[in-house]
């Protein structure tokens, strides 16, 4: 089965410095993968996916996520952080529990609080 | 906003007893998930359907249940609720069964059971 791992509960950083959520990956086949955040009370809106090409993917509100294949990882990543990008941050990959159909597993998160 | 419609919010009710959570997916959206959020397993899928038939499930107890309606809408069903049944459940659609589509989430439905 295919499966992640965030490996840090939490990340603390402060305001104006960069920040990289960790994810690692397990996978048979190609690995897709998938960046989503949970802000307080409200359900998981999409960040950003690899799916193939560019080891580096560009995603919403000026999150990137690079994708490692011989580490297996897939780190969110953001040059500057904001105290509005706190929340909480999973890392997803594609799995396939019956063929032809397509599900996300999920991490477990990793809270991200930005101080100011 | 996602486009995702789950009905209620919040739900408060007692051991024993049967829910059910409502969910309208973005129009045009064929395919609808369920997942349990809890703060000890995490994120779990419960259940897929796509345009009317189950597709997929997952980790989804027998005493729960779902079906997609011909509007797309689904239902969530769940019976003999226990005390560890409270959690967050959430519905997710996208438009096509495909690799590459991500998943829109609605806010969810708090189940309280006490």
């Known amino acids: 089965a295919q499966s992640v791992a965030q490996p840090e509960d939490q990340v603390n950083v402060a305001e104006g410095n960069p920040l990289t959520v960790k994810c690692t990956y397990s996978?048979?086949?190609?690995?897709?993968l998938f960046w989503y955040v949970q802000y307080p009370n409200r359900g998981l809106q999409f960040l950003l996916k690899?799916?193939?090409?560019?080891?580096l993917v560009k995603g919403s509100y000026g999150f990137e996520a690079e994708f490692n294949k011989s580490q297996t990882s897939f780190h969110l990543k953001k040059p500057s952080a904001l105290v509005s990008d706190s929340a909480l941050y999973f890392c997803?990959?594609?799995?396939?529990?019956?063929?032809?159909?397509?599900?996300?597993?999920f991490g477990k998160g990793t809270k991200l609080s930005v101080i100011p | 906003d996602s486009g995702v419609t789950q009905t209620p919010k919040h739900l408060i009710t007692a051991t024993g007893q049967r829910v059910t959570l409502r969910c309208s997916p973005r129009s045009g959206d064929l395919s609808v998930y369920w997942y349990q959020q809890s703060l000890d397993q995490g994120l779990q899928f419960l259940i897929q359907?796509?345009?009317?038939?189950?597709?997929a499930k997952g980790n989804i107890l027998e005493r729960f249940s779902a079906q997609q309606f011909p509007d797309l809408h689904s239902e969530l069903n769940l019976s003999s609720l226990e005390l560890g049944d409270s959690a967050l459940y959430f519905c997710?659609?996208?438009?096509?069964?495909?690799?590459?589509?991500?998943?829109?989430f609605g806010n969810g439905t708090r189940l309280t059971v006490t």
């Open positions: 997803a990959v594609r799995d396939i529990k019956r063929a032809g159909s397509y599900q996300l597993t």
């Open positions: 690899y799916i193939t090409g560019d080891n």
């Open positions: 996978v048979s086949g190609n690995p897709y």
């Open positions: 997710a659609s996208n438009h096509r069964d495909s690799y590459n589509s991500p998943l829109h």
């Open positions: 359907y796509y345009n009317g038939e189950e597709r």
